[in-house]
């Protein structure tokens, strides 16, 4: 079960800027770095940010973390159409002694 | 080049056991934590456990929903993580991944996957 919030979905036309919310508790994203994966199902998923706001090496600029309490944030800017995947949030749950993924937000690029 | 490679999946029966292998390439296995994620069909990203580097005692931590079944071990001289899954549920069924584990807590490399379905 996902114990971090996100909205099932987000939309944009290519170019627009799309920003998807991730809301925990204490227990995580109040108390440990967030990271956001981009995946398609089937296919590896991609670290797209982690530490919060840091973006691995590979990954473009248009990809921005941000983080504010118990709440985190994915920020897509340009859209392009091969940004169609599914995005997870993700941190340390120090009560469940787990690591817990967000809900998941499928974007698509109409 | 850096690889990570999941093998052993498959259809079993309820109850019985799998085991499922990650074959890494391209970095110092020894030096990193290694963790398995799984996938059910329709459903998110779930974690299933990790094992720590042996530098860090090679300890393992596992999901709830897991715990007592499935059971993460590690072959340095192989490079290969493995995942022991016991008593297989039907609710095991799923995409399996295995994953680098950055010190950051992050995961940058993963596996293309491999599926287990658990099916009478």
């Known amino acids: 079960q996902s114990v971090l919030t996100q909205p099932p979905s987000a939309s944009g036309t290519p170019g627009q800027r799309v920003t998807i919310s991730c809301s925990g508790s204490s227990s995580n994203i109040g108390s440990n770095t967030v990271s956001w994966y981009q995946h398609l199902p089937g296919t590896a998923p991609k670290l797209l940010v982690y530490?919060?706001?840091q973006r691995p090496s590979g990954v473009p600029d248009r990809f921005s973390g941000s983080k504010s309490g118990t709440s985190a944030s994915l920020a897509i800017s340009g859209l392009q159409s091969e940004d169609e995947a599914d995005y997870y949030c993700a941190a340390w749950d120090d009560s469940l002694n787990a690591y817990v993924f967000g809900t998941g937000t499928k974007v698509s690029v109409l | 080049e850096v690889q990570m490679v999941e093998s052993g999946g498959g259809l079993v029966e309820p109850g019985r056991s799998l085991r499922l292998s990650c074959t890494v390439s391209?970095?110092?296995?020894?030096?990193?934590?290694m963790t398995w994620f799984r996938q059910a069909p329709g459903k998110g990203l779930e974690w299933v456990g990790f094992?720590?580097?042996?530098?860090?005692?090679?300890?393992?931590e596992h999901a709830a929903s897991v715990k007592g079944r499935f059971t993460i071990s590690r072959d340095d001289s192989k490079s290969i993580a493995y995942l022991q899954m016991n008593s297989l549920k039907i609710e095991d069924t799923g995409m399996y991944y295995c994953a680098r584990e950055l010190a950051t807590g992050a995961f940058d490399i993963w596996g293309q996957g491999t599926t287990v379905t658990v099916s009478s």
């Open positions: 391209g970095f110092a296995f020894r030096n990193f934590d």
């Open positions: 094992i720590r580097s042996n530098p860090y005692g090679g300890t393992t």
């Open positions: 530490s919060n706001n």
